[in-house]
């Protein structure tokens, strides 16, 4: 079983930034496809960002890109969101998944994860 836990959520000026990050514990993590996800209210829950460390692939939305940076540290146990030029849009509740030997497309586009944080509030408002 792998347990993930995010941090960092907040509130934040249009145009500012935001870290948000993923404590992992567990076995075999090297084998998880790790994933950004989020959900405003009334909306479906959307894949933002996915990475997969054996082959260095990163999927981002089209509305994250040039903007949103994932990244996940060489112990494999922490997966970082960037945020910059936050928009008021980008305001829902973030969550981290993990899921087995998925491909960062297969994961961020359905979306699925085997395993889910318990999330954290993103809002950007003025």
């Known amino acids: 079983q792998v347990h993930l836990v995010e941090s960092g959520g907040g509130l934040v000026q249009p145009g500012g930034s935001l870290r948000l990050s993923c404590a992992l514990s567990g076995p075999s993590l090297q084998y998880y496809t790790i994933g950004w996800f989020r959900q405003a209210p009334g909306r479906e829950r959307e894949g933002v960002s996915c990475?997969?460390?054996?082959?260095?692939?990163?999927y981002y939305q089209d509305s994250v890109k040039g903007r949103f940076t994932i990244s996940r540290d060489n112990a494999g146990n922490m997966v970082y969101l960037q945020m910059d030029s936050l928009k008021p849009d980008d305001t829902a509740i973030y969550y981290c998944a993990a899921a087995f030997m998925r491909t960062v497309e297969d994961m961020c586009v359905e979306p699925r994860g085997d395993y889910w944080g318990q999330g954290t509030q993103v809002s950007v408002s003025s």
């Open positions: 990475v997969r460390s054996r082959d260095g692939s990163v």
